[in-house]
């Protein structure tokens, strides 16, 4: 974590030691928007702000932010505190005009305090150029800063085509490993970062669950499972779905294509060529290791990916189950708690209107006595047979199973979903092609995906047959060379390798109709 760097001592190798002090103080909340307000006004550009500017950007916030500032035993530092740059001294204090009682003074004597200790806890550093005195705020600084406003600003994670991007990278190394051999690295990396994301979602699910636990009301149950888990995750999935990017769609692309690299040796040998040449290894024998490192990591992504999306899954039953138990307890809850307090007011009430209370006020029990003999014990009566309650169904669980049902009936796809698409779209005993067949809806979109998979040979086989095979009889597949000008099906509902339909009506002797 450290290293010595120049007879100093820098955490992370970057930053100096005194980095965090601001942050770690009584005003770190103003430290904090000062920061942001400094970066955002002046680091986002290219010029470098001169110390005056600097200086009245500091004062802008303060004034803005009275509030946030919190009186220290320290006394207020000011430009004769500087620390001299590669010193690490401090030029000699002398007395300055400006500190007086009066507001503005006040202030401007904060903001020069602010200034100071952002320079000399390594925020900015100044440079001389002429008479002037710019300010400029370090590489390793301004990295940090830029993470933490991204926490500030809202983490957008953006799956999109993550996996499509690692496929890509992939083919390409597997068609010409000499010139796309280091994109093994980066499809290796594509890996990784999806897995990151998914660990975030399901971070995200943790946080729609601690705030479900925070609602007191069956309204704002239901109200966070439509927003945390409709539209926060359900329609994710479909917007994933619709773009043709969801990972499952490329999964046994990419482990074809992972075996095609480890099964060649000359290719595998090229890859670490171009691993050696661009310093990724020093050795032959090191850059083959590195490659099957690599196309270790991608194979190992993938198995992390299915075991993140069955947590996720797990995680969104979990918060099902727990809006309904919590639905149905505080319903007992409510009507228990308003039968004791209505009992308890009404025996105050009879207590309120007596003057006194007669005999002791703690009744004297007596150990023993006729009274506190064995009771014979009493034949038990028999139990009559009697009708059974049956409770009623709840209607946010049957909404609910509709939804999941419609969701997994969308995804399959049957052969007369495959014959009622090809009917609409294709003419009898003619050809057309795949760019021409117009997708309306998801049922759409997945009988496509499926004349895609059965033209090219895609896919790991299906249970119940392929239901674009089983019609054969009645239509021809053929793909087309995703190298030719027309071999690319590219529209707002996928981008995939073209084909071509044609339909045998005539050849057979029949009509699809």
């Known amino acids: ?29 103003l430290f904090a928007k000062v920061l942001e307000d400094l970066y955002r006004r002046f680091f986002e550009e290219q010029d470098a702000p001169r110390r005056a500017e600097v200086e009245h950007a500091i004062y ?56 100071t200790r952002l320079v000399n806890c390594g925020w900015l550093e100044e440079q001389e150029q002429g008479v002037q005195i710019l300010v400029e705020m370090p590489f390793a600084p301004t990295l940090l800063l830029t993470r933490l406003l991204m926490l500030k600003d809202g983490i957008s994670l953006k799956v999109g085509g993550v996996v499509a991007a690692a496929k890509s990278s992939l083919e390409a190394a597997v068609a010409n490993p000499q010139e796309s051999g280091l994109a093994v690295i980066q499809a290796a990396r594509n890996i ?101 490192e690599d196309i270790d990591k991608i194979r190992m992504g993938l198995s992390r990916m299915e075991d993140g999306f069955s ?53 004297l029990e007596i150990p023993y006595g006729k009274e506190r003999l064995v009771r014979p014990k009493i034949r038990k009566q028999r139990i009559a047979p009697q009708a059974i309650a049956v409770p009623t169904e709840d209607p946010l669980d049957a909404f609910r199973a509709r939804m999941e ?9 049957t052969r007369a979903d495959v014959r009622e698409f090809l009917r609409r779209r294709v003419a009898r005993g003619e050809a057309t092609d795949g760019r021409l067949l117009v997708v309306k809806e998801p049922k759409d979109f997945f009988v496509m995906m499926h004349l895609i998979h059965s033209a090219h040979h895609i896919g790991e086989g299906y249970e119940d047959g392929d239901p674009v095979g089983l019609l054969s009889a009645e239509y021809e597949v053929i793909a087309m060379d995703p190298s030719s000008p027309d071999g690319w099906i590219e529209n707002e509902w996928l981008r995939a390798p073209n084909f071509k339909i044609v339909d045998l009506g005539d050849a057979n002797g029949t009509a699809n109709s």
């Open 1 to 29: 974590m450290f290293a010595e760097h120049e007879s100093k001592l820098l955490l992370f190798d970057q930053l100096p030691l005194e980095i965090f002090q601001p942050l770690a103080h009584g005003n770190k909340l």
């Open 60 to 115: 802008q916030t303060l004034t803005e932010n009275l509030d946030l500032w919190v009186d220290e035993e320290e006394t207020l530092l000011g430009f004769d505190d500087l620390k001299v740059a590669g010193s690490g001294r401090r030029l000699r204090r002398r007395k300055r005009k400006g500190d007086g009682s009066s507001g503005t003074d006040l202030a401007m004597a904060r903001s020069r305090h602010i200034y």
């Open 192 to 292: 990784e970062e999806f897995v990151t994301t998914l660990r975030a979602i399901q971070s995200s699910l943790r946080n729609v669950e601690k705030s479900f636990l925070e609602r007191a009301s069956r309204d704002q149950g239901v109200e966070l499972l439509i927003e945390g888990f409709v539209e926060g995750l359900l329609l994710k999935d479909f917007k994933l779905i619709y773009e043709g990017t969801h990972p499952y769609a490329h999964r046994g692309q990419i482990i074809r294509l992972t075996d095609d690299i480890l099964d060649d040796e000359d290719r595998l040998r090229e890859l670490a060529a171009t691993y050696q040449v661009a310093g990724e290894a020093g050795s032959s024998s090191g850059a083959i290791n590195r490659v099957r």
């Open 311 to 363: 947590r996720i899954r797990n995680f969104k039953w979990r918060l099902e189950r727990r809006l309904t138990d919590a639905v149905r307890y505080m319903e007992r809850d409510i009507g228990a708690s308003a039968t004791r307090a209505v009992r308890l007011v009404q025996a105050l009430d009879r207590l309120g209107d007596r003057d006194d209370c007669p005999g002791l006020m703690r009744p």
């Open 405 to 413: 049902a419609q969701h997994l009936q969308m995804g399959t796809v």
